[in-house]
């Protein structure tokens, strides 16, 4: 009789938990908005990053909580603002197009107020130049590094998550595909990001 109790406890709370839990797959699509600073040697840049970008979570959900793993799509135009350290940045007056890859890791949890909160960080950001003769880079070249991000969402509307996020961007490897050469650079962004995404909780 004590070996059914515990046998029917056991399978109870594995049912129980299996009912709180699933696979997330969850598509997102949005638009960033940011402000750069990049330094070389003296001279130090400020930018400003705008463009699209989209991607995919997937991961898993249990009693709230939610983890896995994040890819990331950027697109964008670095525009130059100004510089300080005196001299002059070459080509400072034409914008510079990226395309770039992040992927990392998110762990979320979903509130019981019709918001989730979560935090990512990539393992690898990589920004790749789409031309020359703009004042930051040479086609092909690419910056690298990591990214960290702060989101919250909003889940009152049915399926889908309209979402708020902060990241901050530090890219510390410049790559001159030309010359083959990789070295260390330091580029910042703190950029705000708005859209819209479909947790899917299978």
Do not use: C
Request: glycine letters at 14%; hydrophobic letters at 35%; zero cysteines.
């Amino acid at each position: 009789m004590k070996n059914i109790k515990i046998i029917s406890l056991f399978t109870f709370l594995v049912l129980s938990s299996n009912s709180f839990a699933g696979i997330l797959v969850e598509p997102f699509i949005g638009y960033g908005i940011g402000s750069s600073e990049y330094t070389t040697g003296s001279l130090t840049a400020d930018a400003k990053n705008t463009g699209p970008q989209f991607g995919a979570r997937l991961g898993y959900t249990a009693f709230g909580f939610m983890g896995g793993l994040e890819y990331r799509k950027t697109s964008g135009s670095l525009s130059y603002d100004k510089h300080t350290g005196g001299g002059t940045w070459t080509n400072s007056g034409v914008d510079q197009d990226y395309s770039g890859t992040e992927i990392g890791a998110f762990l979320g949890y979903e509130l019981p107020i019709l918001l989730r909160a979560y935090v990512g960080y990539t393992f690898n950001t990589k920004w790749e130049f789409d031309k020359n003769g703009a004042w930051i880079g040479a086609a092909n070249d690419e910056l690298s590094g990591n990214t960290t991000t702060l989101g919250v969402g909003f889940t009152g509307l049915p399926f889908v998550s309209l979402n708020l996020e902060f990241r901050m961007i530090e890219l510390d490897k410049y790559k001159d595909v030309s010359l083959g050469t990789e070295t260390s650079t330091d580029f910042s962004s703190n950029e705000v990001v708005f859209g819209v995404s479909l947790p899917l909780d299978l």
